[in-house]
C-alpha cells in the first residue's frame, strides 16, 4: 500500500510544478518575442524596400526644373496667353493677326481648370472657337487662375493652372490644344485630381512634351505668380469688369452672361453674342 504524501511533500511537489510551468511560459514568452522581433523587421525591411523602390522610381521620373522668370513668358499684361490665327500665340516676337480688313471679336475667357461650368461652357463652344481663332475671325485669350484647390484631394486647380502657364512659357503655339485637353479630362470635384505625371501626358499630347515643361510642372514653378495673379484677379476689377467666379467671359470688353444652363451651354447663343458685339 502507497503511503499518501505529507502535507510538506504535497508543498513542494506543488512548487516544483510551478517552477516548471513558470520555466515553459518563460521560453514560449521569448520565443513569441522573437517572432514578433523577426516580424516587425521583416515587415519594417518590406516596408523600406517598397519606400526605396517608390523613391527611386520618383527620383528616376523627375526632371530638372528649369530656370523661369517670376512671371511667365508670353502673357499679356492682364495674365493671359493669346491666340490668333493658326491657333498660334502673340508673343514679343510674333503676331498672328489676319490680313482682312476691319476689327474683329477679341475674346477672353477667365478660366479655373478645376472648375465644371467651364467646363459646361468650353466643351460645345470648343470646335466654334477654335476655327474663328485658327483662321482669323476672331482671337482668344485665356486667363487661368486658382482659386479650387478646395474641391480636389491635391490641389488639382492651382497644378494644372501652373501646368497651363509652364506650356505657355515653353511652348505658346501648343497652349490651345493643352487648354481643350485639359477641359475635356477634367477631374470631378472631391476627387483627387490627375498627377503630375498625367498632366504632364495630356501636355505631351497637345505638342508641349519638353523636358522643361516636365521639369515645371513637377517643381510648380509659377506657384507664386499664381497665388498672387489670383488674388489681384479677384480683388481688383480687370479692365473694368469685376470677377467673381469662373468661367467670366468678355467679347470686345463686354461680358457674355446666361440666365440658364441651357444658354450657358448652347454654342449658337454664345455665337449670337459674338455677332451682336460686332454689331456695336
Known sequence: MNQKPTRSEQREAARAKAKELRAQNAKKEKRSKLLIQVSVVLVALGIIGGVAAVIVVEQANRAEAPVVSEVPNNLTEWGGLKMGVGLQAFTDTKTPTPDAEGAIPEIVVYVDYQCPVCQAFDVPNSAQIRSWVDTGAATLEIRPISFLDRASLNEYSSRVANAAF??????????????????????????????????????????????????????????????????????????GISVTGTPTILVNGQQYVWATGEELVSAANFAAFVQSMMAQ
Not at 477631374?187 to 505625371?197: I, R
Not at 497637345?206 to 495673379?229: M, N, P, T, V, W
Request: aromatic share 10%; with cysteine.
Open 166 to 239: 509652364c506650356v505657355a512659357n515653353f511652348e505658346p503655339d501648343a497652349f490651345f490644344d493643352f487648354h481643350e485637353t485639359m477641359m475635356l479630362n477634367q477631374s470631378e470635384e472631391g476627387t483627387e485630381g490627375h498627377s503630375d505625371d498625367a498632366i504632364f501626358e495630356f501636355a505631351t499630347a497637345a505638342g508641349a512634351g519638353s523636358e522643361e515643361i516636365r521639369g515645371c510642372i513637377q517643381a510648380k514653378s509659377f506657384e507664386d505668380y499664381i497665388l498672387a495673379h489670383t488674388q489681384t484677379v479677384l480683388g481688383e476689377p480687370q479692365q
